[in-house]
């Protein structure tokens, strides 16, 4: 349901993709900016060159600053039709399926928007603003070509090898949350108190289990992205700083390089909280696949 979700929305997704790597792009313009600032302090402190870099950076800010509403409002677009679909396809599911119990259900979708804005706004930005540090990185020296490979084989090993796993164990932690809710709100008329108590209290015990497994999972991979970005960081310094002293980067490409990567890292390191959306997200989905599914069957059988 997550490709066919992508699917129906490839018109925003046309405008919003650009958008957001114009936005990753002029995001740089502040580290090149103090690039410039840098080596032209050191070298003839121009008052005319300096107020016009400044100037530059300004504008490169506050273009960056509107297509950052221009992302917004596709997103917004995107939320509230997702929410439209899903209504209209819970209320058909109601007619066609009496069955199917799509309250619990229907709560997956605020879930999907929820994680819609992030993963659209802030996961679709980590991603460009690393693709262009690891750009800019590669035209200061070519040995951080190999560097920015690393990276990416790291970042691989780190974000995508586990994605399986994980997003197997988020739709085991929605079903337990979804079974634990059916029984609180449909079974205690079926129970004494005593039996309803303890069946609560397994159903419970089994949430509690699966969201173990997938926190431990999320956990693994937070600490091996602040590892990731840790080692990164130094290896860059400690580079970066050797071809400054035999000359072959200027210490403004070296303050550059830093805060660009600084930056980008840093976005990284709380990549895990968008991903956490994601396996949310598709989890939800996974659940929502449910009602959809319902409405096609009806209309199979008819």
């Known amino acids: 349901?997550?490709?066919?979700?992508?699917?129906?929305?490839?018109?925003?997704?046309?405008?919003?993709?650009?958008?957001?790597?114009?936005?990753?792009?002029?995001?740089?313009?502040?580290?090149?900016?103090?690039?410039?600032?840098?080596?032209?302090?050191?070298?003839?402190?121009?008052?005319?060159?300096?107020?016009?870099?400044?100037?530059?950076?300004?504008?490169?800010?506050?273009?960056?600053?509107?297509?950052?509403?221009?992302?917004?409002?596709?997103?917004?677009?995107?939320q509230r039709r997702f929410h439209?679909?899903?209504t209209l396809s819970a209320a058909e599911s109601v007619?066609?399926?009496?069955?199917?119990?799509?309250?619990?259900?229907?709560?997956?979708?605020?879930?999907?928007?929820?994680?819609?804005?992030?993963?659209?706004?802030?996961?679709?930005?980590?991603?460009?603003?690393?693709?262009?540090?690891?750009?800019?990185?590669?035209?200061?020296?070519?040995?951080?070509?190999?560097?920015?490979?690393?990276?990416?084989?790291?970042?691989?090993?780190?974000?995508?090898?586990?994605?399986?796993?994980?997003?197997?164990?988020?739709?085991?932690?929605s079903k337990a949350k979804h079974d634990t809710a059916n029984f609180l709100f449909e079974l205690p008329n079926q129970h004494t108190k005593e039996t309803f108590f303890n069946a609560a209290d397994e159903a419970a015990l089994n949430y509690l289990k699966v969201r173990l497994i997938h926190f431990k999972s999320l956990i693994s991979q937070m600490i091996a992205l602040s590892t990731l970005?840790?080692?990164?960081?130094?290896?860059?310094?400690?580079?970066?700083?050797?071809f400054v002293i035999i000359h072959q980067m200027s210490l403004g490409q070296l303050v550059a390089a830093e805060l660009v990567f600084s930056a980008a890292f840093l976005s990284v390191e709380k990549l895990n909280k968008h991903l956490e959306s994601f396996f949310d997200m598709t989890a939800a989905l996974d659940k929502l696949s449910k009602i959809t599914n319902a409405v096609e069957r009806a209309d199979h059988e008819t």
């Open 229 to 242: 970005h840790i080692v990164s960081n130094a290896l860059l310094l400690g580079f970066g700083a050797y």
């Open 95 to 173: 007619f066609k399926d009496h069955e199917i119990k799509v309250s619990h259900l229907y709560y997956d979708t605020f879930i999907v928007q929820k994680s819609l804005s992030s993963l659209l706004m802030e996961g679709l930005g980590v991603a460009v603003q690393l693709l262009f540090a690891l750009i800019l990185l590669a035209f200061y020296h070519p040995l951080f070509l190999a560097f920015d490979f690393l990276i990416i084989v790291a970042l691989v090993a780190v974000v995508g090898f586990p994605a399986s796993h994980l997003i197997n164990t988020a739709i085991d932690e």
């Open 1 to 78: 349901m997550v490709a066919g979700f992508f699917t129906v929305e490839a018109d925003d997704l046309r405008i919003l993709i650009p958008a957001s790597l114009s936005y990753g792009l002029l995001t740089l313009t502040v580290p090149l900016g103090v690039q410039v600032l840098v080596n032209r302090i050191l070298s003839t402190a121009l008052t005319s060159q300096a107020l016009s870099v400044i100037v530059l950076v300004t504008i490169g800010l506050i273009a960056a600053a509107f297509l950052r509403v221009i992302q917004r409002k596709i997103v917004e677009r995107i």
């Open 84 to 86: 439209s679909r899903m």
